[in-house]
Antibody
Framework: EVQLVESGGGLVRPGGSLRLSCAASGFTFSSYTMTWVRQAPGKGLEWVSSISGGSSYIYYADSLKARFTISRDNAKNSLYLQMNSLRAEDTAVYYC???????????????WGQGTLVTVSS | SFELTQDPAVSVALGQTVRITCQGDSLRRYYATWYQQKPGQAPVVVIYGKNNRPSGIPDRFSGSSSGNTASLTITGTQAEDEADYYCNSRDSSGNHLVFGGGTKLTVL
């Protein structure tokens, strides 16, 4: 059974840093692109970043590129998101998701974790 | 910037058919994926690709596309279909993902 479990969320002051983790199990982690998606309270989904299985390809939402860093450790079946210079508008539930893409042009995040809440407040 | 546009809210009578749309230039090149999200839960894929349903998704859910518009149709809508629906696709580079703003579906 595929499982994704996020951790590392919590309350942080503006300007602070936080590192989120996502522990994966039930599939060959290194074979999949992984993605972070966030959702501010009462708002819609926002793609944050994706990283390919071997970490060769890394992409970020333009608005977050300077402050967030995605990484993975395939030996530990873990995905990470380092978030620096946090702002109130970064307050959200952060989900990790497994990515699936096909050459015909479709893509989907087929498994999601339960999310971890990050609150940026003084 | 690349955007996907959805109607914020749609309502449908129980048992009737509803169409939720998503507009964006990149949909001419890439398929949309549709996610259903219920309160307090993670999103779930209901439609991907041309018109594919993951295992466990009822066949009342279907997808279609024309030009820059992708559509999710629910035929014979059930009370449990009340949820937020998001479309998702790639931008023109193919490397960035974008979500539509979401459509809140109310079943009357």
């Amino acid at each position: 059974e595929v499982q994704l479990v996020e951790s590392g969320g919590g309350l942080v002051r503006p300007g602070g840093s936080l590192r989120l983790s996502c522990a994966a199990s039930g599939f060959t982690f290194s074979s999949y692109t992984m993605t972070w998606v966030r959702q501010a309270p009462g708002k819609g989904l926002e793609w944050v970043s994706s990283i390919s299985g071997g970490s060769s390809y890394i992409y970020y939402a333009d608005s977050l590129k300077a402050r967030f860093t995605i990484s993975r450790d395939n030996a530990k079946n873990s995905l990470y998101l380092q978030m620096n210079s946090l702002r109130a508008e970064d307050t959200a539930v952060y989900y990790c998701a497994r990515d699936l893409a096909h050459s015909s042009g479709w893509h989907m995040a087929d498994y999601w974790g339960q999310g971890t809440l990050v609150t940026v407040s003084s | 910037s690349f955007e996907l546009t959805q109607d914020p809210a749609v309502s449908v009578a129980l048992g009737q058919t509803v169409r939720i749309t998503c507009q964006g230039d990149s949909l001419r090149r890439y398929y949309a994926t549709w996610y259903q999200q219920k309160p307090g839960q993670a999103p779930v894929v209901v439609i991907y690709g041309k018109n594919n349903r993951p295992s466990g998704i009822p066949d009342r859910f279907s997808g279609s596309s024309s030009g820059n518009t992708a559509s999710l149709t629910i035929t014979g809508t059930q009370a449990e279909d009340e949820a937020d629906y998001y479309c998702n696709s790639r931008d023109s580079s193919g490397n960035h993902l974008v979500f539509g703003g979401g459509t809140k579906l109310t079943v009357l």
